[in-house]
């Protein structure tokens, strides 16, 4: 019985990519679009894929998909500043996060809990990472202070890890759910 671990299905960073290309358009999602969940993306192929070129993919990716709405599909450029060179540490700070996790990939509910702890912790740092960066080099706030600023964005703080958090947490489920399977088809075999 050579069973193949979850790590390493073939499809995982086909269906990554996929998710990251339909939901990148709208940060938070409205009535037509799913919330963005390229910080979960970055969390379960951290978790899912050890190597690096993938990373840098990923990375690619979603650079494309910011030029292409913004060209092609009017989204707002406000967040293309010298502060979008820091979405490189935000999503590694996913990626490895979800990299540490892997000690954690049992799935049972302790694990699940410490992987889910984790993912709160890294998306966290990624806020912290995006916003204050975003702050720091955007030149877009002028003589708002750094307590103002941060009173203002801590108002996106919840919807921001919630979005990443659930999105980790169906991603987490999927790879429980196909575990079972595989199991289950060869204990019927």
Request: hydrophobic share 55%; charged share 10%.
């Amino acid at each position: 019985m050579n069973i193949k671990p979850w790590q390493h299905i073939q499809l995982l960073p086909i269906a990554l990519m996929a998710i990251m290309a339909m939901t990148r358009f709208h940060h938070f999602g409205d009535a037509f679009s799913l919330p963005d969940a390229s910080l979960a993306v970055f969390f379960l192929a951290g978790l899912g894929l050890s190597s690096l070129w993938f990373f840098a993919l990923l990375l690619l990716e979603a650079g494309v998909i910011d030029y292409l709405a913004i060209t092609q599909f009017s989204v707002s450029d406000f967040c293309i500043s010298p502060a979008y060179a820091c979405l490189i540490p935000t999503y590694a700070a996913m990626w490895f996060g979800g990299r540490y996790c892997k000690a954690f990939t049992s799935l049972t509910f302790l694990s699940s809990l410490k992987s889910f702890g984790l993912a709160a912790i890294a998306t966290t740092i990624a806020f912290i990472a995006s916003n204050g960066s975003f702050y720091l080099f955007s030149d877009k706030f002028g003589q708002l202070s750094w307590s103002q600023y941060l009173a203002q964005s801590a108002q996106y703080y919840p919807q921001y890890v919630s979005s990443a958090l659930i999105y980790i947490v169906i991603g987490l489920a999927v790879v429980k759910l196909w575990k079972t399977m595989q199991e289950s088809r060869l204990v019927e075999s």
